[in-house]
């Protein structure tokens, strides 16, 4: 019977199940329950929220690529960023003082993957190379690991000098 009734109503985009008043999206063909979480009334009923969010994405997608329009995005953003910028430092700091093992916890994990990462760039017969060139002094690698290239023999400054260390 109420399957009779569902296809006499096939063509009306309203129907009423369990109770509760549905109506039919235009755009995407499902049944939504008409309240505030399915349906934006002010946009009336042609598409559901759903349908208009990806109307939106397609639309705010199609508007990016326009140079001129990403432009003035990225600038608003710049500005939001900015002003923003001690709350959100200070929110980090206010997060930071509330999870002090969380903190703790990264900065031992990062310290055990630098240190592996030093140990496995540690050469074959157990001697470690310590880059002695100004931009990276002391850090522990194999050569040209960690370390920037050796320069070209005819460019007397700036050598990067390895030294070995038992
Ligand atoms: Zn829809």
Redesign the pocket.
């Known amino acids: 019977m109420r399957a009779i009734a569902q296809d006499d109503m096939k063509e009306s985009p309203i129907r009423k199940r369990d109770g509760v008043y549905e109506y039919r999206?235009p755009?995407?063909r499902?049944w939504w329950p008409i309240d505030d979480d399915h349906w934006r009334p002010g946009n009336g009923f042609r598409?559901?929220k759903?349908?208009w969010n990806g109307y939106h994405k397609l639309w705010e997608r199609e508007r990016a690529k326009d140079p001129e329009i990403r432009e003035v995005v990225n600038f608003k953003g710049r500005i939001r960023h900015a002003l923003n910028r001690e709350k959100r430092n200070a929110a980090n700091r206010e997060w930071k003082a509330r999870n002090p093992e969380y903190i703790a916890a990264y900065n031992a994990a990062y310290k055990a993957r630098k240190k592996a990462e030093a140990m496995s760039a540690v050469s074959a017969d157990g001697v470690a190379s310590v880059c002695q060139s100004e931009q990276n002094v002391g850090s522990i690698g194999a050569v040209g690991v960690g370390c920037s290239p050796p320069p070209r023999s005819d460019a007397p400054s700036r050598r990067c000098t390895m030294t070995t260390r038992p």
């Open positions: 999206c755009t995407c499902t598409r559901c759903a349908c």
